[in-house]
């Protein structure tokens, strides 16, 4: 019996309308453009605007295309799992309410949080349900509102995030195409680098919590930086040289963009040349979960059936991790 696999067989990214341009930004910050972008590769970024709207806006968005895209019944969806490190609440889970919203009436969801490496996790999970036989049709979304967790008054970090995400199907596949394998670290010391203090079971919100801006990104981005660097660079090398490829057998690298640097680090690593490696971070900016499937949404017409491709992400927490893949369709 040949080996079952999970590939993926549709995506479709969503981001909304409103931008937010380093223009702007220097109206708001002490900043610059030339500043912002030598230093991170962001010329702009999305905002969702509207009163009420999170993060499963974008999520059903996504989620709406991708099944009108791929001609799917709602009612084959047998799960769907999302990627978000900002909830439209505590609970009920944001994929609850993306079920609800697009009409998965046959899906149970749940929510992954591993900040920027979510998606990656959520798709090595949503894997071996397929894998091992327990569901056919899975939806995995990656989405964030990181407008909502952001300080527009701190320059070090309202420079980096924007608002989207995307949503990917997963199918079983039996001739070799689909995740072939995956890597996925944490280190729990790393959570004082980069973290949210207020808001959690560990300081609920107060009014003292929202006087003090404690429900708002914390960074402190050298030391994220060093980190990142290395194990996202690390990562991508040790799945390429693990399942014996070179750089000439790898099509892309699909890279987490937190920064043009880090990219940059991690490609070279890997010996890939710039035109290997998918880049968009110039326009969406930080969409933390989001990056990875937009970058697959907008390259998807350039990728062809058999494609190996190496997907890294590095996340708060700290998280990190890296999956291979064969890409299973021609657009």
């Given at each position: 019996?040949?080996?079952?696999?999970?590939?993926?067989?549709?995506?479709?990214?969503?981001?909304?309308?409103?931008?937010?341009?380093?223009?702007?930004?220097?109206?708001?910050?002490?900043?610059?453009?030339?500043?912002?972008?030598?230093?991170?590769?962001?010329?702009?970024?999305?905002?969702?605007?509207?009163?009420?709207?999170?993060?499963?806006?974008?999520?059903?968005?996504?989620?709406?295309?991708?099944?009108?895209?791929?001609?799917?019944?709602?009612?084959?969806?047998?799960?769907?799992?999302?990627?978000?490190?900002?909830?439209?609440?505590?609970?009920?889970?944001?994929?609850?309410?993306?079920?609800?919203?697009?009409?998965?009436?046959?899906?149970?969801?749940?929510?992954?949080?591993?900040?920027?490496?979510?998606?990656?996790?959520?798709?090595?999970?949503?894997?071996?349900?397929?894998?091992?036989?327990?569901?056919?049709?899975?939806?995995?979304?990656?989405?964030?509102?990181?407008?909502?967790?952001?300080?527009?008054?701190?320059?070090?970090?309202?420079?980096?995030?924007?608002?989207?995400?995307?949503?990917?199907?997963?199918?079983?596949?039996t001739h070799g195409l689909g995740i072939l394998d995956a890597i996925m670290y944490s280190d729990g010391s790393g959570r004082v680098h980069l973290h949210q203090k207020?808001?959690?079971?560990?300081?609920?919100?107060?009014?003292?919590?929202?006087?003090?801006?404690?429900?708002?990104?914390?960074?402190?981005?050298?030391?994220?930086?060093?980190?990142?660097?290395?194990?996202?660079?690390?990562?991508?090398?040790?799945?390429?040289?693990?399942?014996?490829?070179?750089?000439?057998?790898?099509?892309?690298?699909?890279?987490?963009?937190?920064?043009?640097?880090?990219?940059?680090?991690?490609?070279?690593?890997?010996?890939?040349?710039?035109?290997?490696?998918?880049?968009?971070?110039?326009?969406?900016?930080?969409?933390?979960?989001?990056?990875?499937?937009?970058?697959?949404?907008?390259?998807?017409?350039?990728?062809?059936?058999?494609?190996?491709?190496?997907?890294?992400?590095?996340?708060?927490?700290?998280?990190?991790?890296?999956?291979?893949?064969?890409?299973?369709?021609?657009?």
């Amino acid at each position: 019996m040949a080996k079952i696999t999970a590939a993926i067989t549709g995506v479709y990214g969503w981001v909304p309308e409103t931008i937010l341009s380093n223009a702007d930004l220097e109206k708001m910050v002490d900043t610059t453009d030339e500043w912002i972008l030598t230093r991170t590769g962001i010329r702009e970024r999305r905002i969702l605007r509207g009163e009420g709207k999170g993060t499963s806006v974008i999520g059903a968005n996504a989620v709406r295309g991708l099944l009108k895209k791929t001609n799917t019944n709602p009612d084959s969806i047998e799960l769907l799992i999302c990627a978000t490190t900002t909830p439209d609440m505590q609970f009920p889970a944001t994929a609850n309410i993306i079920c609800e919203e697009v009409g998965l009436k046959h899906a149970w969801g749940f929510d992954l949080n591993a900040a920027c490496s979510g998606f990656l996790y959520a798709l090595a999970t949503a894997a071996r349900m397929i894998e091992s036989g327990a569901h056919r049709r899975i939806i995995v979304v990656g989405a964030d509102k990181m407008s909502s967790i952001i300080d527009y008054t701190d320059r070090t970090t309202c420079v980096l995030f924007g608002d989207g995400g995307g949503a990917v199907l997963l199918e079983p596949n039996t001739h070799g195409l689909g995740i072939l394998d995956a890597i996925m670290y944490s280190d729990g010391s790393g959570r004082v680098h980069l973290h949210q203090k207020a808001g959690g079971s560990a300081m609920p919100a107060s009014k003292e919590t929202v006087e003090k801006r404690l429900h708002y990104v914390y960074q402190e981005g050298q030391a994220v930086y060093k980190f990142a660097v290395s194990r996202m660079a690390d990562v991508g090398y040790e799945i390429m040289t693990k399942n014996g490829l070179t750089p000439d057998d790898i099509a892309y690298l699909v890279p987490h963009q937190a920064n043009k640097r880090i990219i940059d680090a991690t490609r070279q690593k890997m010996s890939l040349p710039e035109h290997k490696v998918m880049i968009n971070i110039e326009r969406y900016g930080n969409t933390t979960n989001g990056t990875i499937p937009l970058c697959l949404w907008e390259w998807e017409r350039k990728l062809h059936a058999g494609d190996n491709l190496i997907l890294c992400a590095f996340g708060g927490g700290f998280t990190w991790g890296a999956i291979y893949m064969k890409w299973s369709y021609n657009s």
